[in-house]
């Protein structure tokens, strides 16, 4: 890391030196990287998200295109935007980092960020279900906290998968009845209470607390508008695989449920949570095809294909 970066750590945070590093990870497709800095300060330690736009790009996938980029580069400002302007409003129901710095430069992005392992957020998440409660509990808070909120400086729809910002995984699908029910399951999506989704709540963005009582998560590049049950969906679908989602599924969409009602009582006693709840519960299939329609495009071998994706998607396009 250098000079210069340390010095705005230090600056940020009140600390008189660095003196430690450590690369957390690299981000997706050569963006950057996440360091863990440890500094002679009060707060003992911090996260920088160095986000920087690659000279030559390279995608896991094979998807490096222009529009790929300009996603990205997007994503980005949506996340400076959230830990701005949204993040203030999230207590520990839905915690998240605190954040010092949020900065765009020339060539990237530059976030100086709360490090939640020493805030107690330390233990790296499985899929079992008591963490999977832990984070059904916190995405219910989420979507309770920012139900009816107006996505000003996010992505108007949340997710990175949502149909029209994935027009060229659309044009590679076969053609048949899912591609040709993708405008109706997006705009069927598009129905009902809406609040903020976090748009990427797979399991590896949350952290826990070492006994798994409590959650906090990470990475609001998708953070948009959308229906709640989009993320659940998309949450289970990336905990369990096809033999625990067919025993699971029920039990788990009724602790978040359970969950979203107790929160919509403490922060939103106005709303009609029965409403809420029959909604979103009947668009859980339409939003698992969703994502499916997305993956037949993207990666049609990939491992979430499996077969409850396959019988989901076919009772939705069956109807």
């Known amino acids: 890391m250098d000079a210069e970066i340390q010095a705005r750590v230090c600056a940020a945070v009140g600390a008189d030196a660095v003196t430690g590093t450590h690369v957390v990870q690299s981000l997706w497709s050569g963006y950057g990287t996440i360091v863990r800095c440890t500094v002679d300060g009060p707060i003992g330690s911090v996260i920088v998200k160095r ?39 999230c207590d520990v129901g839905c915690r998240v980092a605190r954040c010092y710095v949020a900065e765009a430069l020339d060539d990237g992005v530059f976030l100086i960020l709360e490090d939640l392992d020493a805030a107690g957020y330390g ?93 906090a998560a990470v990475d609001f590049q998708y953070v948009g508008g959308g229906s709640g049950i989009k993320d659940v969906a998309y949450f289970l679908g990336s905990c369990f695989d096809e033999d625990a989602m067919e025993a699971k599924a029920g039990p788990m969409l009724d602790e978040y449920f359970a969950a979203l009602r107790h929160a919509l009582q403490a922060r939103r006693p106005d709303v009609d949570a029965d409403a809420v709840e029959a909604h979103w519960r009947s668009l859980y299939a339409v939003a698992w095809t969703d994502f499916v329609r997305f993956l037949q495009g993207w990666s049609p071998g990939h491992w979430k294909l499996h077969r409850y994706s396959r019988r989901i998607a076919a009772e939705v396009l069956g109807a």
Not at 55 to 84: C, F, I, L, M, N
Not at 142 to 166: C, E, I, K, M, N
């Open 123 to 215: 233990a790296r998440p499985a899929g079992d279900d008591a963490v999977a409660h832990a984070c059904l509990r916190w995405l219910a808070s989420f979507h309770a906290t920012f139900l009816q909120t107006s996505p000003d400086g996010l992505w108007p729809v949340g997710t990175y998968w949502h149909l029209d910002t994935r027009p060229d995984e659309l044009a590679a699908m076969p053609d048949g009845a899912l591609k040709n029910a993708s405008s109706r399951l997006d705009a069927a999506l598009r129905t009902g209470p809406q609040t903020l989704v976090h748009g990427d709540a797979k399991l590896a963005n949350f952290c826990l607390r070492p006994d798994a009582s409590a959650a």
């Open 51 to 89: 986000v920087q736009w690659p000279t030559a790009r390279t995608h896991p996938r094979g998807w490096s295109s222009d529009r790929g980029h300009a996603r990205k580069v997007r994503s980005y400002a949506v996340e400076q935007a959230w830990y701005r302007d949204f993040a203030p409003r």
